[in-house]
């Protein structure tokens, strides 16, 4: 379980194909807090640590990552070199800063506009139908591991959705947000409650 607040970027320094993808991802963290066996949501996506090492601030872990895990996931993005947003998962005890995220993405969506807004950077993304009844105005979601809130939403006559963000400067600064341009490709997960609200009124219809 994770909350979708970004701790670290890290980048992909090798990938390898195996039977699964084995990727070893490094970045800022202490290796003594990273326990074999470990979940880090992964630009959104929930991975199990296999190996670790490195430094305290220049630590390195190891992942697999199924085909499947590669087919329902922003294409490229398990590329030697790729960034990531890194969140160790939830102990008990630690704040709950943004929504309840599981790391399981529902959707890939597309950036249909990115470009400064004051100080801060505007980005509007379209969603597939499958996910539009699940995004509301206020509402929250997931996208490429950070908890953001949707400002407005505009649904598109083939039953897709636009949702439109504010990334303030901070956000910008620490997770890989800053860096979306139009076309870019995100993971996205929709709030764990909406999902059970939806399946609880469809068995009730």
């Known amino acids: 379980m994770f909350t979708g607040i970004v701790t670290a970027i890290g980048t992909i320094a090798k990938a390898e194909q195996r039977g699964d993808l084995r990727l070893r991802i490094a970045g800022p963290l202490d290796p003594a807090r990273v326990d074999i066996g470990a979940s880090i949501a ?74 400064p807004d004051g100080d801060s950077w505007r980005v509007d993304i379209r969603a597939p139908a499958s996910l539009a009844p699940f995004i509301a105005p206020k509402g929250s979601i997931t996208v490429q591991g950070v908890s953001l809130t949707v400002n407005d939403l505009r649904d598109e006559h083939d039953g897709a959705c636009t949702f439109m963000l504010n990334i303030i400067p901070h956000t910008g600064e620490v997770t890989t947000l800053g860096a979306l341009r139009t076309g870019d490709k995100v993971n996205l997960e929709i709030d764990v409650l909406v999902r059970y609200l939806k399946r609880m009124q469809a068995l009730a219809g």
């Open 42 to 115: 992964c630009s959104g996506v929930c991975l199990t640590v296999v190996d670790r090492g490195g430094a305290a601030g220049e630590a390195w872990f190891d992942v697999d990552v199924s085909g499947e895990t590669v087919s329902c996931t922003v294409p490229g993005m398990w590329a030697e070199g790729a960034r990531l947003n890194l969140e160790p998962s939830l102990r008990v005890g630690d704040e709950i800063g943004g929504h309840i995220v599981t790391g399981h993405v529902d959707a890939v969506g597309e950036v249909s506009r990115a470009e």
